[in-house]
């Protein structure tokens, strides 16, 4: 018996060491342990994805009531009751969280992360009168969501990890609005295209 043991043991003793995990991708800001903490805490949010998105949003108008008018579904809404009762304003926050979970889920992938979120940026140029200024307001409402649903578990540690995340996030959003912008004709270009149009149609006219 004890011989047996004693072989074991040696085969054991034999096993490859488990490889390194990977290091992370330079162009994240979080350790390779930040990010398994995160990946792991996130699980308590993905369960809760629209409570936790509805308390984000009540929360960022209750900071910043006048964005409220850039949401024409629900921007009659006033008071803190209606809006946590909204069926749309629910709707639409947890689309956001959604985008957010991808966001985070997708980190083990930069490549995929940056382009996800790039469009994401990119789409809120379509929004009238949207400034990317108003991507950072959700920061804290986003912080006070998270800690409110994860309650004991929303520790010094994950809320060090949870405020480099989301800022990270916002400035990858933020810098897929400026791409899109980039690429946008300035005032200039538009009066050209508009002048050469003008231009185009009277040669038209005259050649009927």
Partial sequence: MGCHITKN??????????????PPDPRLPLTARQRFNIIKSWKGISRAIEPTGVYMFVKLFENHSE?????????QLRTRDEQAESLELAEHATMVMNS?????KAMDNVDFFFGLLHQIGASHRKIPGFKKEYFWKIEHP??????????DRYTDNMD???RITIKFLIE???RGYELAESKEPNDNEKKAI????????SKMDKGS
């Fill in 160 to 162: 060090n990890i949870y």
């Fill in 9 to 22: 043991k040696s085969k054991e003793d034999d096993l490859p060491e488990p490889p390194e995990p990977p």
């Fill in 67 to 75: 964005l409220i008018t850039l949401f024409t579904k629900f921007r």
């Fill in 142 to 151: 986003f912080l006070e969501a998270v800690r409110l649903t994860l309650g």
């Fill in 100 to 104: 957010i979970d991808e966001g985070i």
């Fill in 194 to 201: 508009n002048s050469e149009e003008g231009n185009s149609s």
């Fill in 172 to 174: 990858t959003v933020v």
